[in-house]
């Protein structure tokens, strides 16, 4: 059974610092999917990790994959206060041939001015 | 991009009704869909995965009989909660796949059931 293990859960951070969030999966895997969900809200995507060594950036956000290891990477650079939201990684059950995804418990993430 | 439609996004139903929810891709032809269930503060939890023409296939310790799913068409996905009591109330998140776009999510059904 594919597990999908996420730390911190709970992250509370000033602005301007930087964090990273950890996603580490049981299987084998190729493909690795961050989330970002607001309050009430439905899932946006983020990333997409396709492959070995997969690095990816969106502004202050930048994802890793390290599938040798099973574990990706969501690395925070001076956190704004727009960021904070909860962030899921997720991975697909039959290992990258698009079966159902496996979320972590998620990241809430609080930036505090 | 791809997009997908889900509605209603927010309901409120008394216990006993019957409350369907629909999930429709826009502009892509989704061969399946998985439909999951989140309460507050928690992750989301896959209730079942529909391919189109066939049976839905239920996790588990989701009852079929009271989460009926159906995807007649390559577009359109719903979800019918039946008989629905108060601990039915959650937030349902529809997902499309597609071998081209990968994952899209609908924008989330809120069901409180009064």
């Known amino acids: 059974e594919l597990k999908v293990e996420q730390n911190p859960l709970f992250l509370s951070m000033q602005e301007g610092k930087n964090y990273t969030i950890y996603c580490n999966y049981s299987?084998?895997?190729?493909?690795l999917y961050w989330y970002r969900q607001d309050p009430g809200k439905s899932l946006e995507s983020l990333f997409v990790?396709?492959?070995?060594?997969a690095v990816k950036q969106e502004g202050r956000l930048m994802a890793s994959l390290d599938t040798k290891a099973r574990l990706s990477t969501l690395h925070i650079t001076a956190a704004v206060h727009d960021l904070s939201a909860t962030y899921f990684c997720?991975?697909?059950?039959?290992?990258?041939?698009?079966?159902?995804?496996?979320f972590g418990k998620g990241t809430k993430l609080s930036v505090k001015p | 991009g791809a997009v997908v439609s889900q509605h209603p996004s927010r309901v409120i139903c008394k216990s006993g009704t019957s409350v369907k929810i629909e999930c429709r891709s826009l502009?892509?032809?989704?061969?399946?869909m998985f439909w999951y269930r989140q309460f507050p503060k928690q992750s989301l939890m896959l209730m079942a995965t529909?391919?189109?023409?066939?049976?839905?296939?239920?996790e588990q310790g989701v009852e079929k009989d009271k989460f009926l799913i159906n995807h007649a068409s390559l577009t359109l996905s719903t979800l019918t909660v039946t008989s629905a009591h108060p601990e039915d109330s959650s937030f349902y998140i529809c997902?499309?796949?597609?071998?081209?776009?990968?994952?899209?999510f609908g924008s989330g059904t809120r069901l409180t059931v009064v």
């Open positions: 997902s499309a796949r597609n071998r081209a776009y990968g994952y899209t």
């Open positions: 299987t084998t895997s190729d493909r």
């Open positions: 990790l396709l492959s070995n060594g």
């Open positions: 997720a991975v697909d059950e039959e290992g990258g041939s698009q079966g159902n995804l496996i």
């Open positions: 502009d892509f032809q989704a061969t399946t």
């Open positions: 529909s391919n189109e023409g066939s049976k839905a296939t239920y």
